[in-house]
């Protein structure tokens, strides 16, 4: 299904804005992960604002689609995609990891509405995606189940777990989105755990493969089409992204995995983000 244009630039400019959100977020915290967050900003944006059936104004609607976020130390980036599309007041973003705020450093089901797991250790959150998806099943329900991963988290056994079991019960109502940015906190995966050959992996376990630019909403839109389609298997998506995307600085560079950015390194930042790269020419000038 094509997407109009005003939509596609509409969603492409909300994925900037998510990517200012997120170095405003992570320069008051002092703490947090930039890469990631920046990374899967065209994506959330895809989420949030096109693909989700979902309603911020009753975030526990029975029949709203799932969204898993198993890589739960890139939540900056669902927390503003999540107070941009009306879950909560936008300003409470700089509240992320303070004491007693809902926006922790990892996401809390219990305190934020319209976060369905609380997540921490990775490798778990697709085995909670898969329940999410039988219980559809049982239920005779309609929703779709997401469930966002990193892929150092596909060098968790219990990962591999999940793949076999969903792929052996053909749940088709379920997809995985992979973060694949090759990196992690510690280097590059494919110097610390090797994934490649990664589609022929999935297309062992019986899943149905698709493989995009994770920069091109409209190769996400057009993925997530492709699952519905599909009715005999579960679909993962392999996002291939540049971690820190849109920041020169931090793209492509493992040290930022999991490090906010000084108040220096923020203004550069943000000045990128607002001229897109130097592309359009900036207020102060």
């Known amino acids: ?6 939509k ?24 947090g992960h930039s890469a990631g967050p920046l990374g899967m900003a065209d994506i959330f944006s895809a ?10 104004k009753n975030p526990d609607w029975a029949d709203r689609d799932r969204l898993v976020l198993s890589n739960g130390h890139i939540c900056p980036i669902r927390y503003a995609a999540m107070a941009r599309a009306g879950y909560f007041p936008i300003e409470e973003l700089l509240t992320l990891r303070k004491i007693n705020s809902r926006l922790q450093g990892h996401p809390h089901r219990k305190i934020l509405p319209g976060v369905e797991t609380t997540s921490g250790p ?22 779709r ?3 966002a991963m990193s892929d150092g988290e596909l060098e968790e056994g219990n990962t591999w777990e999940a793949f076999m079991f969903a792929g052996k019960n053909r749940l088709n109502n379920l997809v995985a989105i992979i973060d ?9 995966t494919e110097d610390i755990m090797p994934l490649e050959p990664l ?9 149905n493969v698709v493989e995009i630019d994770g920069h091109n909403i409209e ?11 599909i009715h005999d298997k579960p679909t993962v998506i392999i996002a291939h992204t540049i971690p820190g995307k849109g920041v020169s600085f931090m793209e492509n560079d493992y040290t930022w995995h999991g490090k906010p950015p000084t108040a220096e390194e923020a203004a550069k930042a943000l000045n990128e983000l607002r001229t897109l790269g130097g592309k359009i020419k900036s207020e102060h000038e």
């Open 8 to 31: 596609m630039e509409f969603l492409e400019e909300m994925a900037n804005l998510l990517r200012e959100d997120v170095i405003e977020m992570l320069l008051e915290a002092g703490s």
């Open 219 to 229: 190769q996400f839109i057009d993925a997530t089409n492709e699952a519905k389609a």
């Open 145 to 147: 189940v997401f469930c």
């Open 180 to 188: 694949r940015n090759n990196i992690q906190i510690d280097g590059n």
């Open 199 to 207: 589609r022929q992996k999935f297309e062992a376990f019986n899943w």
């Open 1 to 6: 299904m094509e997407i109009h244009e005003k």
């Open 122 to 143: 990775l490798g778990s959150g697709l085995s909670q995606a898969i329940g999410m998806a039988l219980a559809g099943r049982l239920d005779n329900k309609k929703y």
């Open 47 to 56: 989420l949030y604002f096109h693909v989700l059936n979902h309603d911020p």
